[in-house]
Structures are given as C-alpha cells and as structure tokens.
C-alpha cells in the first residue's frame, strides 16, 4: 500500500504589472495565534513543516490505510516503553544479584579461612593442655626420684652406722 499526501496551495490571482514605486510602508503586525479546532474522535491531526512555512490539517477520519501503522506505531512505544521500564527497574537488581554472586566464592574463602583458625586455635589449646599435663607428671616423677634417693642415701647411712 502507497499513501502520498498532496499539499495544494490556495490558487494565487494572476500577476499584473508591479505598481508604481510606493513609498516603503511599515511590516506587517505578527498574526495572533489561531485556536486549532478539537481532533474529532477517529480523526486526526497532521503538522506540516514546509520550510519556514507551517501547516496544520485535521481530518474528520484517518484513512483506513493508516490505522495498522498507527497501532504497530503504538506497539512499538509501548514496548519500548516497557523495555525501558524493564532496564531501568529490573538493571539495578540484577547488578546487586551478579555481585553478590561474585562475591560468594570470596564470602566462602574467608568462612574456610575462618574456620581453619578456628581448628589451629583448637589444636593449640589442646597441645597447651596436654603440655601441661606433661610437665605436672614429670614434676611428680622427679619428686619421686628424689625422695627414693632421700630414702636411700638414709638406708645406706644406717646401713653404714
């Protein structure tokens, strides 16, 4: 399907001979701003840029040729609305999932870490009581010897006098 717009221009009066030199006359007054009539509803309204020109047309009814562009058009920005909506909602959130995410293995290195010192200090505690236990025994076994050797040197010096 083929759609071409035609603009016509309001017919011009035939041209006549320039008039006599006029003395220069002042420009014309800006024109206030005309109030566009309302856009009926299944009609329509169509700006024309023509240069520096501007034209303004509406339609009673938009032609039956225009309605399936027009509804892929509001297709189109409403999905592209929603695509927008999607990144700028959803982006953040994602962002947040994939640093947590890279930061597991690193939370799970320091918790084995963690760990790991928790089981030296463990380790260290016990052998500091197992150390002391030796030594309370080694303690009790040299005051053994010594009072042996107490009793003995006695024994020899009764058995000498």
Known sequence: MHMTLILQRP?????QAPPAAKAPTAPEAPAAPVALPPVPRNGGRFTIHDG???KTVTIEQVPPQLM???????ETALGLM???AAIFILGP???MIARRLERRPEL???EQREHL?????????????????????IERISESQRFQSKLMVEKSRSLSS
Request: glycine letters at 4%; hydrophobic letters at 45%; zero cysteines.
């Open 52 to 54: 520096g020109n501007e």
């Open 82 to 84: 929603g695509l927008l």
């Open 68 to 74: 399936p562009l027009a509804r892929m058009a509001q």
């Open 93 to 95: 959130f994602a962002r």
């Open 11 to 15: 017919a011009e009066a035939p041209h």
């Open 108 to 110: 799970r290195a320091a």
């Open 117 to 137: 010192i928790q089981q030296q200090l463990h380790q260290l505690q016990q052998l500091q009581q197992s150390v002391d236990a030796m030594s309370v025994e």
